[in-house]
């Protein structure tokens, strides 16, 4: 017998063994209480249903549409509800990519990304595609693009894994990201306790992985670029190759740093690794690199040409205030990077954007200070603004503001302006962090409530009027005097008159596409993500993620044109020699 429920019929069932595992020491402990509750919970007599997958919905990685009645039926089931977007969703990815490993399809495991947009332009099928392959995952998705499962269930944020059995039953559900302890708990005990029962299937269920139907690129989701004080160099994070390109700005690759394997190692070019780096900075001879997934700053030093580590562990922290020296100090998935100064010392802090706690930070690269006269020691890596927790806050108090997956940084050191430019992401918003005294204040987008982070669209005007959609990279003109912004999620770059406020739509027609133009009004983007300005304000390079490659906004000509990459695998391949990198 079954009945259609909600997470909160389940949650009534499980609250008492969540309290119970609070008090559970040993291992042991745990499992027998996780088994009394399935033994319990099972002899109800009417099993908590999941509805059944909708018809017609669109599916990836798999070879055609699955069902829970039949394709799923004998699998314990994990429905990681999502939206490719958000931090805590990619925090998740890890877990679920060692419980495939510990339990494939055939031990009666299967996850089953459920995609839940927030924003209009992740109801897309094509950028769903696009963030199947940058974040490598390897198990089913359904694009359930109207939340019609996540309302039957009354889910409420993202993300919410629920543990199916093999009836499609609901056996328990974890919010957010940090529960991986359970989660492995939940599944093994699930697994083992219905194998028992003979109701495990150990058939295929016939994955298809949609990244093995596409040929190679030459780069592969590059994030973020940057120039270096001349104009003549480039820096490009390959996200998706997990490499850093150092190129001219012609196109002829100087150096290919890591890749194409993740991981993480210091030492020469060579044989360093990165874990889909985003960020890049560059002062003379020296590149830092936010390396994302590897939870690090890097340091790449071009005249040694070697790479070092100079914050993090290697592991996602928690830590939301920061002190420690670098190589002690734990920190979350750092989305980019800018260098300033605070206190005498030119560049001497580097600003990260804390894209995993929501918050700015700096690591001082020397001596420096904070805003009132602390003064800080080189090597210190420390929070600077935002409280942790994620929302649109401005506020006279660093401390006290409030961030929402800060994705973009861009320094305008000179009066008046003396701040940090901030794309924040998941608020929409562009904002302004003062360097003389911390404070926090709205450029443009968003709306004035804090806690909404529903507040998008695609609107050119002023501050609170004008509407972007998960803007990722900001840009400062030094010379002209305004800021770039990469409209994300709605295709476009914007400009934004920092006195007036005024942001205006410059170049994209606001469809997914990769249209030249050459004009800046028929021009196409993929959800740009990083912007960089060279040649004395002449130029923007974009880094146009989903169509992989850089392009370079002529600025005066208002045209747009490509960085030649052809250059970047010929280059490469002389650039080796016996294991060493000799260009």
């Known amino acids: 017998m079954a009945a259609g429920c909600s997470l909160s019929s389940l949650l009534l069932v499980q609250t008492q063994l969540d309290h119970s595992l609070q008090d559970a020491v040993s291992t042991e402990q745990k499992e027998k209480l996780v088994y009394e509750y399935l033994k319990k919970l099972d002899g109800r007599g009417q099993d908590l249903k999941v509805p059944e997958f909708e018809d017609g919905l669109e599916w990836l990685n798999t070879k055609s549409p699955l069902s829970l009645s039949k394709h799923l039926s ?6 990681d509800f999502f939206t490719y977007c958000c931090i805590n969703c990619m925090h998740l990815l890890p877990d679920l990519h060692e419980l495939e490993h510990e339990h494939s399809d055939k031990d009666g495991l299967v996850v089953v990304g459920v995609h839940s ?3 209009p332009n992740e109801k897309v099928l094509e950028n769903i595609k696009s963030a199947v392959l940058r974040y490598n995952v390897t198990h089913p998705v359904v694009n359930d693009a109207d939340a019609k499962l996540w309302q039957e269930l009354e889910v409420s944020c993202w993300p919410t894994l629920v543990i199916l059995g093999p009836r499609g039953n609901m056996l328990f559900s974890l919010v957010g990201e940090g529960n991986k302890e359970k989660l492995f708990l939940f599944t093994a005990a699930a697994l083992k306790f219905y194998t028992g029962k003979g109701e495990v299937k150990n058939n295929s269920i016939g994955i298809k992985l949609y990244r093995d139907a596409l040929p190679p690129s030459i780069l592969s989701f590059p994030s973020k670029v940057t120039t270096d004080s001349s104009g003549n160099r480039l ?9 850093i390109l150092l190129v001219r700005k012609n196109g002829q690759l100087l150096h290919s740093i890591g ?8 030492g020469s070019f060579a044989e360093s690794a990165f874990h889909s780096p985003q960020g890049v900075a560059m002062k003379n001879d020296t590149i830092y690199v936010a390396d994302t997934e590897n939870h690090l700053i890097r340091k790449i030093d071009l005249l040694e040409e070697k790479v070092s580590t ?7 922290g928690t830590d939301k205030e920061g002190g420690a020296t670098g190589l002690k100090q734990q920190i979350s998935s750092p989305w980019d990077l800018a260098l300033g100064t605070a206190g005498s010392n030119e560049d001497n802090v580097l600003w990260i954007a804390m894209a995993g706690t929501h918050q700015i930070w700096a690591l001082f690269l020397e001596d420096g200070s904070l805003p009132k006269g602390c003064v800080v020691k080189k090597g210190t890596c420390i929070r600077f603004a935002g409280s942790g927790n994620e929302e649109n806050r401005n506020n006279s108090y660093p401390h006290k503001a409030g961030f929402a997956q800060p994705s973009g940084l861009s320094v305008a050191q000179e009066e008046p302006w003396s701040c ?5 992401a998941e608020s929409s918003t562009v904002r302004t962090m003062s360097l003389k005294e911390g404070a926090v204040k709205h450029l443009v987008g968003g709306e004035r409530d804090p806690l909404n982070l529903f507040a998008f669209g695609d609107v050119d005007g002023a501050g609170i009027n004008a509407k972007l959609q998960h803007p990722l990279g900001v840009a400062w003109n030094k010379q002209k005097g305004l800021l770039y912004v990469a409209d994300s999620y709605n295709h476009k770059i914007k400009v934004v008159e920092p006195k007036t406020k005024q942001c205006a739509t410059i170049a994209g027609t606001g469809e997914a596409s990769n249209a030249l133009g050459p004009a800046f009004t028929r021009a196409a983007f993929n959800e740009p993500g990083g912007l960089a300005v060279g040649e004395n304000g002449r130029v923007l390079y974009v880094a146009d993620s989903n169509n992989h490659h850089i392009k370079v906004l002529d600025l005066e000509t208002q045209t747009v044109s490509v960085v030649r990459e052809t250059s970047f ?7 080796m020699q016996n294991g060493r990198t000799v260009c």
């Open 74 to 79: 004998g699998k314990v089931v994990v429905l």
């Open 569 to 575: 695998i010929k280059k490469a391949e002389t650039c």
């Open 420 to 424: 940090v430019f901030i794309a924040d």
């Open 259 to 266: 890749g194409p394997k993740s991981g993480w190692k210091d």
């Open 310 to 316: 100079i914050a993090g562990i290697g592991s996602q």
């Open 117 to 119: 947009a927030k924003f």
């Open 235 to 243: 820096v490009i994070a390959d996200t998706g190759h997990h490499r």
